[in-house]
C-alpha cells in the first residue's frame, strides 16, 4: 500500500515558493517525483524525480516569478516513472499543464476515442487525458465551466485536477468525491490536496477560510477573480484509507479529522477485540494514534516500543532474504526495555502482503517479548484498487483468500484481529465512504462508461 499524488495551487504573490512549501508540506502523498508549474506569459514547468527538496535544490525556484502555479507531488499507478507532473500537453492550438490526484477507469477505451479524433497524446500516463479532453471541449464550448463538465460526463474514475492554461487555473473534484481537496482563501485563492497544508498560508483566526471542495465542484481563477460551480454530483464516495493510512493526522477531511477518526478506531478495536497484554505499541508512524486509541479503552498502558530510523530516505535494497531483513531492521528498531518479557499487543493501520508484519513479530521476539498480539485499525484487504490506490494484485494479498486464523499463523502471532467494516464506519462517522478494496463492491459511477 503505498501513498498517492498530492496536488496545490494558487493564485497569489510569490506563488512559486508558497507551492515548494506546500509540496513539502504534502511530501507524505508522493516522493517519486515533484514538480511546479507558473504562468509567465507561457506556461513554465520545473519537475524531476525525486523529493521536493531534491527537485528544487539548484536554485530553479528562485527562476520562478508569477503569481498563478499549479504543483504536484508523485507516487505513480500508471504511465512511466520519467513522466513528472505537472505534465505539459497541447490541443486545438492551446498549451496547458495538468496536476492530477488518483485514477481514470476508463482512460484506455476513451483515449482510443480521442485518437480516432485525431488528436496526439504525448506521455502514457492517464492525467493528460484529462487536459486533452478539457481542451477540446473547450474549443466545442467556448466556456471553461461547459468544457469542464463534458469532461465530467466523459471520464470516469478518481480526479482532483488542477488546470494551468490561458493565464487561468482550473481546478476541480470529480463528481463522487474519491480524492480529498480542499480550498483556502487568505491573501490569495489556494487549493491543495490536504488542508493541512493550507494552514501554512491560511490564518483562519485572522480572518481566513478553509474548506472542503464539493464532489463535482469547479474553481475558475482568473488574476484575482475566482468563480465556483457545482456542475455534477454523484453519490459521495470518498476513499477510506485517506484515513486509515494516506492522510496526514492533522488534516480534515469533508469534515472529519484524520488523527480523531484514527484514535476511534483503536478504541473500536479494542472494544470488539481486546487482548491480554502487559503493553500497546505501535508500528511507527501509521499506528500510532489507533495504539492510542486501543490503549485508552483497554487499560493497558501505551509505550514507544518501536524506533523509526527517519534518516533512511529512499535507500536502495538490493533483492534478497538478507537485504529484505535488513531493510526492515534499518527502518524499525525495538525498545527492549519496553517489550522484553512483556506480552506485547502490536496495532497497526493495516496488513497487506504480510511481509513487513512478520519480520516486525520476529523482531520483537528476539527482542524478548513473551508474546505478540497483533490488531489492526482496519478491515481485511481483499480486493484490488482501480481507482488510484496502489494495492497488490490480488493473489498477494494476504488476507485476500485465507482466513484471519491462517494470516495470523502466517506472520507468527499469538493472537490477530482486525476492525470490522461497523466498527470502521463508526469511528469515521462517514456512511458515504469507498470500501471497495475490503468489501469487494465498487462506487457504480466509477465504471458506468
Request: glycine content about 10%.
Amino acid at each position: 500500500m503505498r501513498e498517492k499524488c498530492g496536488i496545490f495551487a494558487t493564485t497569489s504573490e510569490n506563488a512559486p515558493k508558497k507551492a515548494y512549501y506546500a509540496l513539502i508540506s504534502l511530501q507524505h502523498r508522493g516522493q517519486e517525483s515533484a514538480g511546479i508549474s507558473i504562468w509567465r506569459h507561457r506556461i513554465r514547468t520545473v519537475a524531476g524525480r525525486g523529493l521536493v527538496s531534491e527537485v528544487f535544490r539548484n536554485g530553479e525556484l528562485a527562476k520562478l516569478k508569477s503569481n498563478l502555479a499549479i504543483a504536484h507531488v508523485r507516487y505513480s499507478t500508471s504511465g512511466s516513472l520519467t513522466e513528472t507532473q505537472p505534465l505539459e500537453t497541447s490541443c486545438c492550438g492551446k498549451r496547458i499543464a495538468v496536476a492530477h490526484n488518483g485514477t481514470l477507469t476508463n482512460f484506455l477505451p476513451l483515449r482510443r476515442e480521442y485518437e480516432n479524433r485525431e488528436i496526439k497524446f504525448h506521455h502514457s500516463v492517464d492525467s493528460e487525458l484529462l487536459g486533452l479532453s478539457f481542451l477540446w471541449h473547450l474549443k466545442e464550448k467556448g466556456d471553461e465551466f461547459e468544457a469542464m463538465g463534458e469532461v465530467f460526463r466523459g471520464v470516469k474514475g478518481a480526479y482532483s485536477v488542477a488546470f494551468l492554461f490561458d493565464g487561468k487555473i482550473l481546478v476541480a473534484r470529480d463528481p463522487i468525491g474519491f480524492r480529498p481537496l480542499s480550498y483556502g482563501v487568505g491573501d490569495g485563492h489556494y487549493f491543495a490536496s490536504e488542508d493541512s497544508a493550507l494552514r501554512l498560508f491560511v490564518d483562519e483566526s485572522e480572518g481566513g477560510r478553509i474548506r472542503d471542495v464539493k464532489p463535482g465542484e469547479v474553481f475558475l481563477l482568473d488574476g484575482e477573480s475566482v468563480e465556483s460551480r457545482i456542475l455534477a454530483e454523484e453519490r459521495h464516495h470518498g476513499c477510506v484509507f485517506e484515513y486509515i493510512y494516506f492522510a496526514r493526522p492533522d488534516s480534515t477531511i469533508d469534515g472529519v479529522n484524520v488523527y480523531s477518526a484514527r484514535v476511534r478506531m483503536g478504541r473500536e478495536l479494542a472494544e470488539e477485540s481486546p487482548a491480554e497484554g502487559d503493553v500497546v505499541i505501535a508500528v511507527p508512524d501509521s499506528g500510532r494514534a489507533a495504539a492510542l486509541g486501543f490503549s485508552q479503552v483497554s487499560g493497558i498502558p501505551y509505550a514507544e516500543g518501536l524506533i523509526k530510523n527517519r534518516y533512511i530516505g529512499r535507500t536502495f535494497i538490493t533483492p534478497g532474504q538478507f537485504y529484505r531483513e535488513l531493510k526492515v531492521r534499518l527502518k524499525l528498531s525495538p525498545v527492549r526495555e519496553v517489550v522484553s518479557r512483556k506480552r506485547v499487543v502490536l496495532v497497526d493501520d493495516s496488513i497487506v502482503r504480510g511481509t513487513t508484519m512478520r519480520r516486525i513479530v520476529a523482531m520483537l521476539r528476539r527482542a524478548g517479548a513473551r508474546e505478540v498480539h497483533v490488531r489492526i485499525a482496519s478491515p481485511p484487504i481483499r480486493h484490488p484498487c482501480y481507482m488510484g490506490v496502489d494495492i497488490p494484485t490480488r493473489h498477494e494479498l494476504i488476507a485476500a483468500f485465507g482466513s484471519v486464523k491462517k494470516v495470523e499463523g502466517s506472520i507468527g502471532a499469538d493472537s490477530l484481529a482486525y476492525l470490522s467494516v461497523d466498527g470502521l464506519k463508526r469511528a469515521v462517522g462517514r456512511e458515504d465512504l469507498c470500501m471497495a478494496c475490503l468489501t469487494g463492491e465498487y462506487p457504480e459511477w466509477a465504471f458506468r462508461f
